[in-house]
């Protein structure tokens, strides 16, 4: 089992430039995240998913959009992409939002935007 | 909503015992999770406190008082492996993470 993968690693965007951080996970998870983890802090959330269908918003979603698109796989889209979006973006995915669960991370894509 | 404080650095040698502190102040609190992050690697979950005590697992041990609004995390028998940034985190709507500490284990 892969568990959480993500894609891309890297990305470098110009401001204003869009773009969509994939993550899919294989491990039959209802719930899935997008954390993103600025230099020397913890992890803040940005959107998350209970369960395939639904979607809501964690504590910093402005300037993203998500997509549960089945099971497996939750998207982040940047729309217009801003140098406060530099930031290390990590999915995850856990087998229900209750306190206590497990969650289970993917390895990171490393955005810049200039 | 919650916040989470822990020391940002603690230091320690091998084959020490460390002890990381998290204080928390929660409007809902369910429990204390611990996760575990190297140097540009993901978060590993480490442990989970539910109830007030002490859970062990292996060297690592996890501690909750609910009444005093503080955790904390004691590592082991430190090995040089063991460096690495480690995170609080309350479970409520969202999982809420404190800012790390970043051990640093000597040789």
């Known amino acids: 089992n892969a568990g959480v993968t993500q894609t891309p690693k890297f990305q470098v965007l110009k401001t204003?430039?869009?773009?969509?951080?994939?993550?899919?996970?294989?491990?039959?998870?209802?719930?899935?995240?997008?954390?993103?983890?600025?230099?020397?802090?913890?992890?803040?959330?940005?959107?998350?998913?209970?369960?395939?269908?639904?979607?809501?918003?964690?504590?910093?979603?402005?300037?993203?959009?998500?997509s549960r698109l089945n099971k497996r796989e939750f998207s982040l889209r940047l729309e217009s992409a801003a140098p406060s979006q530099t930031s290390v973006y990590f999915c995850a995915s856990s087998e229900a939002v209750l306190a206590g669960n497990e969650q289970f991370f993917g390895p990171g894509t490393r955005l810049t935007v200039l | 909503g919650q916040s989470l404080e822990q020391p940002s650095e603690v230091t320690a040698v091998e084959g020490a015992i460390v002890q990381i502190n998290c204080t928390y102040q929660t409007s809902g609190f369910y429990g204390l999770s611990w996760y575990q992050q190297h140097d540009g690697g993901a978060p590993t979950f480490l442990s989970y406190n539910a109830l007030d005590g002490l859970e062990e697992t292996g060297r690592f041990s996890s501690f909750l008082s609910r009444s005093d609004?503080?955790?904390?995390?004691?590592?082991?028998?430190?090995?040089?492996?063991?460096?690495?940034?480690?995170?609080?985190?309350?479970?409520?709507?969202?999982?809420?993470?404190?800012?790390?500490?970043?051990?640093?284990?000597?040789?």
């Open chain 2, 69 to 107: 609004s503080y955790g904390y995390l004691l590592l082991q028998e430190l090995q040089m492996k063991d460096s690495a940034s480690y995170f609080c985190a309350a479970p409520g709507r969202q999982l809420t993470f404190g800012s790390g500490t970043q051990l640093t284990v000597l040789p």
């Open chain 1, 16 to 66: 204003g430039q869009s773009m969509t951080l994939q993550c899919a996970q294989d491990m039959n998870h209802n719930s899935m995240y997008w954390y993103r983890q600025d230099p020397g802090m913890g992890l803040r959330l940005i959107y998350y998913s209970a369960s395939e269908g639904t979607t809501d918003k964690g504590e910093v979603p402005n300037g993203y959009n998500v």
